[in-house]
């Protein structure tokens, strides 16, 4: 732990809690490097993924948090940046126009430190629990550094911390870490050239395909950000991504 805030929060203030609360298990922790740079590739369940895995996991992990959460105004929105920035988060505008600069110069920054930078290729929130279509942004990193992507399978946490909750219920959260995956190798095995766009949508899918079958969910060919404007402006899911019955 480089962090001493970090292992504040893990050890003292809020993971002793959650481990009681939420009695969190991991399976496959051997596949977590004992050392070196690692991207954890994870679904997105809930806000709290990112306080479950990293209460597992063996090493300080880095997420790129959303902008917003360094940026919000007023004294709730100090306490999200002292929080975020006290854990060793980082900021990322997904909005802005260099987005994928943005993401890659900030992996790279810790992945050049030996570190592991956690990402979820989703981009959003599940709206219903299933795995939906990863962005290739992760597959870019990964192919430009060349680093190892181990995929993170986040299950229950959705049931700990609904979407909208702010107090997380007493739901048992699992997570399983899938085996390592050299994206050079990926790539380079079905015949593409790193990274070109066909070469980030294969091993992209092929991330998200695993995590389907780790978590046991269904996997939905279409981004989870389109699905959950379409339910907010209340126009249902759109053609061919509502939930089977």
Request: aromatic content about 12%; hydrophobic content about 40%.
């Amino acid at each position: 732990m480089k962090n001493n805030w970090y292992r504040l929060f893990k050890y003292v203030l809020i993971g002793p809690f959650l481990r009681v609360y939420n009695r969190p298990e991991i399976e496959g922790k051997e596949n977590i490097p004992a050392e070196g740079a690692a991207i954890m590739a994870s679904n997105h369940e809930a806000v709290m993924d990112s306080f479950y895995f990293p209460l597992l996991c063996p090493r300080q992990l880095t997420f790129p948090a959303k902008a917003e959460y360094f940026t919000s105004p007023g004294i709730k929105g100090k306490m999200q940046k002292w929080f975020f920035t006290s854990v060793g988060q980082v900021p990322l505008d997904r909005t802005a126009d260099n987005a994928m600069d943005s993401l890659m110069n900030t992996a790279k920054m810790v992945l050049d430190r030996g570190d592991l930078f956690g990402i979820y290729p989703e981009g959003s929130r599940s709206p219903d629990g299933r795995i939906y279509k990863g962005k290739t942004g992760m597959a870019y990193v990964a192919m430009e550094t060349g680093t190892t992507v181990i995929p993170v399978a986040m299950i229950g946490s959705r049931d700990a911390n609904p979407i909208g909750s702010w107090f997380p219920k007493p739901a048992k959260v699992r997570i399983k870490v899938g085996s390592p995956i050299d994206p050079l190798a990926f790539v380079k095995e079905h015949g593409l050239k790193p990274g070109t766009y066909e070469a980030a949508r294969k091993l992209t899918d092929h991330v998200m395909f695993i995590l389907a079958d780790l978590t046991g969910q269904p996997y939905v060919d279409a981004y989870s950000k389109d699905v959950k404007n379409a339910l907010e402006e209340g126009k249902g899911y759109p053609e061919g991504t509502a939930p089977s019955q």
